[in-house]
């Protein structure tokens, strides 16, 4: 699967933006996709992800994003989105969406898990 992530830029703090990764492939339903964010020096750090239950969507968010950010995929759209509200600057950084390998069913927090990544979107938040 490609991934083609999108919609980073610079922001004032409290502001809003939202991110969009398109992915290639069949089956999108079937990937955990999430997104990660890595800021200068820094690892890169598990942000969101989402999987399919059977049902519904399941999302699953890192503490330090909770009731700001909302990860979200249009199926038809082969997209997933990262809605990322009250910005803080320590949000600043490259934002990646990634996938796991087909047929894994649960949202890993580590990177390592991921097997396919988009190029990465920059945000900048400023004071």
Do not use: H
């Amino acid at each position: 699967v490609q991934l083609q992530a999108s919609g980073g830029g610079l922001v004032q703090a409290g502001g809003s933006l939202r991110l969009s990764c398109a992915a290639s492939g069949r089956t999108f339903t079937s990937y955990v996709m999430g997104w990660f964010r890595q800021a200068p020096g820094e690892e890169r750090d598990f942000v969101a992800g989402v999987r399919w239950s059977g049902s519904a969507d399941s999302t699953y968010y890192a503490d330090s994003v909770k009731g700001r950010f909302t990860i979200s995929r249009d199926n038809a759209k082969n997209t997933v989105y990262l809605q990322m509200n009250s910005l803080k600057p320590e949000d600043t950084a490259v934002y990646y969406c990634a996938a796991r390998p087909f047929r894994y069913t649960s949202v890993s927090y580590y990177a390592d898990d991921y097997a396919y990544w988009g190029q990465g979107t920059l945000v900048t938040v400023s004071s």
